[in-house]
């Protein structure tokens, strides 16, 4: 597949994103993974941000999109049930799917980028939203293997209600703006809520691939909950030294402390994209508790 989506630009708080846009219109930031959805010939195919096509692993998704009218094109995300994320069902790959799994996935459409074979990119956004709500509608292709996201008014308020929800941030767009394919920005701005917390090595798994195979590839982290210390996350190692270190004496690091960034926490209680900050040596273990202790 040619076609490349069009992605947004990060910013540090809404009223910045605001500022940047004529007629903000805030959307719930989805935790899963792109999708480009083309029908043509009776037929649905789904293709990643990156041109690879997918569709046989999602039949029962393809079959309902395929009700769609031919010419249409659909830019959205799959995500896991309660919109939470796709690793959380999948794992971190989908060349193999159950129906257990696909029971869990939907597909979120937020965006209609052709119509009858009709390029309507150059639409104002507000236009080719109302006209990919009436087209689920009058389809009847809306349930729970499809929909389209809603929108609403742009606030800080609303943000925060929707990062306590569990959601990991916003996507404000400017509800003027036209479909630009490949770019950055021109109107689309994403804003993420990251949370730093201190957590513990527990476990350093030699489960490294490639060039690191054979070597510590993650380190398992958690924190003390009732006493207990229970897993939260697994983290890539800092920097190929400390990688080398870990895998040479493992017992050393077991047991430190260390500061994590995450985007939320999933429903198991797990953090949501976890990545390493910094060690913290003046930090002892017996501190390291679950956020809400």
Same mark, same amino acid.
């Given at each position: 597949?040619?076609?490349?989506?069009?992605?947004?630009?990060?910013?540090?708080?809404?009223?910045?994103?605001?500022?940047?846009?004529?007629?903000?219109?805030?959307?719930?930031?989805?935790?899963?993974?792109? %999708?480009? !959805?083309? =029908?043509? /010939?009776? @037929?649905?195919?789904?293709?990643? &941000? +990156?041109?690879?096509?997918?569709?046989? $692993?999602?039949?029962?998704?393809?079959?309902?999109?395929?009700?769609?009218?031919?010419?249409?094109?659909?830019?959205?995300?799959?995500?896991?049930?309660?919109?939470?994320?796709?690793?959380?069902?999948?794992?971190?790959?989908?060349?193999?799917?159950?129906?257990?799994?696909?029971?869990?996935?939907?597909?979120?459409?937020?965006?209609?980028?052709?119509? %009858?074979? !009709?390029? =309507?990119? /150059?639409? @104002?956004?507000?236009?080719?939203? &109302? +006209?990919?709500?009436?087209?689920?509608? $009058?389809?009847?292709?809306?349930?729970?293997?499809?929909?389209?996201?809603?929108?609403?008014?742009?606030?800080?308020?609303?943000?925060?209600?929707?990062?306590?929800?569990?959601?990991?941030?916003?996507?404000?767009?400017?509800?003027?703006?036209?479909?630009?394919?490949?770019?950055?920005?021109?109107?689309?701005?994403?804003?993420?809520?990251?949370?730093?917390?201190? !957590?513990?090595?527990?476990?350093?798994?030699?489960?490294?691939?490639?060039?690191?195979?054979?070597?510590?590839?993650?380190?398992?982290?958690?924190?003390?909950?009732?006493?207990?210390?229970?897993?939260?996350?697994?983290?890539?190692?800092?920097?190929?030294?400390?990688?080398?270190?870990?895998?040479?004496?493992?017992?050393?690091?077991?047991?430190?402390?260390?500061?994590?960034?995450?985007?939320?926490?999933?429903?198991?209680?797990?953090?949501?994209?976890?990545?390493?900050?910094?060690?913290?040596?003046?930090?002892?273990?017996?501190?390291?508790?679950?956020?809400?202790?």
């Amino acid at each position: 597949m040619d076609f490349k989506p069009q992605n947004c630009k990060s910013v540090k708080n809404v009223a910045e994103a605001v500022a940047l846009c004529d007629d903000p219109l805030m959307e719930v930031k989805l935790d899963g993974w792109r %999708g480009i !959805v083309i =029908i043509e /010939d009776g @037929e649905a195919k789904l293709y990643s &941000r +990156t041109g690879k096509e997918y569709s046989s $692993r999602l039949p029962e998704l393809m079959a309902d999109l395929a009700n769609l009218p031919p010419g249409t094109i659909l830019d959205g995300e799959i995500v896991g049930d309660s919109w939470n994320s796709v690793q959380s069902v999948l794992g971190s790959s989908v060349k193999q799917t159950t129906p257990e799994q696909r029971s869990k996935l939907m597909y979120v459409a937020f965006d209609l980028l052709e119509l %009858g074979g !009709v390029d =309507i990119c /150059d639409y @104002e956004l507000r236009q080719r939203r &109302r +006209t990919l709500e009436d087209l689920f509608e $009058r389809t009847g292709v809306a349930c729970d293997l499809a929909v389209v996201l809603k929108t609403m008014e742009a606030s800080q308020d609303k943000h925060d209600e929707i990062v306590r929800g569990g959601h990991e941030g916003t996507v404000i767009k400017c509800g003027r703006s036209k479909y630009r394919r490949g770019k950055r920005g021109h109107g689309w701005f994403k804003l993420k809520h990251n949370v730093e917390v201190d !957590v513990v090595v527990i476990e350093l798994p030699e489960d490294g691939k490639g060039q690191f195979a054979g070597q510590v590839g993650r380190m398992i982290v958690g924190q003390l909950q009732g006493g207990t210390l229970v897993e939260r996350a697994a983290v890539n190692c800092p920097d190929n030294a400390t990688r080398e270190a870990m895998t040479k004496n493992p017992e050393e690091w077991i047991g430190k402390v260390l500061t994590i960034k995450h985007y939320g926490v999933n429903p198991e209680q797990t953090f949501r994209h976890p990545t390493f900050v910094r060690w913290r040596e003046d930090k002892p273990l017996q501190e390291v508790t679950f956020h809400n202790e």
